[in-house]
């Protein structure tokens, strides 16, 4: 609910004239190379213990079983619902970045986020390869673009804080503290922006919109929660 109020906001600036959608372009650029680092290596500013470590891992090949199961399903899918290949991506990419870390942060704490960099990482790698492939038609996967993307260098940064140990100076802690305060705020107020700008018949009059998100917000959840109930790995 807190989340749909900081949304509000961006509508109703868009809706007011203050703010126009396109400058939602910069918002977008300070959340991706600033807020999202900072939220990722802060989650790692934690003392180190071999159960966090195999969290960590846990929650990696938790994210490769969830990416095989969302494989499977929209392979099946793709030609009884004629799914194109943006709608396909749509279903099978979520942004783990800019919505889900303020959904954990807010139902289960800052410490949680340390193991949503497994499932990002997992992600990220996917976007550039299967994803590009997908989207673009193109087989060739730039590897440069994976390694230099800036969640994947937080990620292993942060990895890199979490296995010596090291700590951020207070003055340092207390700036990254606040950057990875901002992304709840900036990313629904970015999404509201968004959405003032369109008209309220493009949203609700698109019906495959609705196919698209029924799949990635009911079907392949669904589907991951009963294969990892049923499969003893939960």
């Known amino acids: 609910a807190s989340m749909f109020l900081m949304m509000a906001v961006g509508v109703i600036l868009v809706r007011l004239k ?34 966090k470590l195999e ?7 938790g994210a490769v079983v969830v990416h095989v199961i969302f494989y499977v399903l929209e392979r099946v899918l ?27 942060m ?7 986020v340390f193991y949503i960099s497994g499932y990002m990482l997992v992600q990220q790698l996917l976007i550039w390869t299967h994803g590009k492939s997908l989207v673009c038609g193109e087989r060739q996967w ?14 292993f940064v ?18 990254v503290d606040s950057m990875a305060g901002m992304i709840a705020p900036l990313s629904m107020v970015l999404t509201g922006m968004l959405l003032g700008g369109m008209k309220f018949r493009e949203i609700v009059g698109a019906r495959r919109a609705y196919l698209v998100t029924a799949l990635r917000l009911i079907v392949f959840p669904l589907a991951v ?10």
Do not use: M
């Open 158 to 175: 942060g990895i890199v804080l979490f296995l010596t140990g090291f700590r951020f100076p207070s003055v340092v802690q207390t700036a």
């Open 55 to 61: 969290g960590l891992g846990v929650s990696i090949l």
């Open 18 to 51: 203050v703010l126009k959608p396109e400058h939602g372009t910069v918002i977008s650029k300070i959340l991706l190379y600033a807020v999202v680092p900072c939220t990722i290596i802060n989650s790692y500013q934690i003392e180190f213990s071999l159960s």
């Open 142 to 155: 730039d590897f440069k673009k994976i390694i230099t993307n800036v969640n994947i260098i937080a990620i």
């Open 225 to 234: 929660v009963l294969v990892f109930a049923f499969s003893g790995i939960t």
């Open 78 to 104: 793709r030609k009884p619902l004629h799914l194109e290949p943006v709608e396909s991506a749509s279903v099978f990419y979520s942004n783990a970045g800019n919505l889900i870390i303020p959904l954990v």
């Open 106 to 112: 807010a139902a289960l704490g800052q410490e949680w």
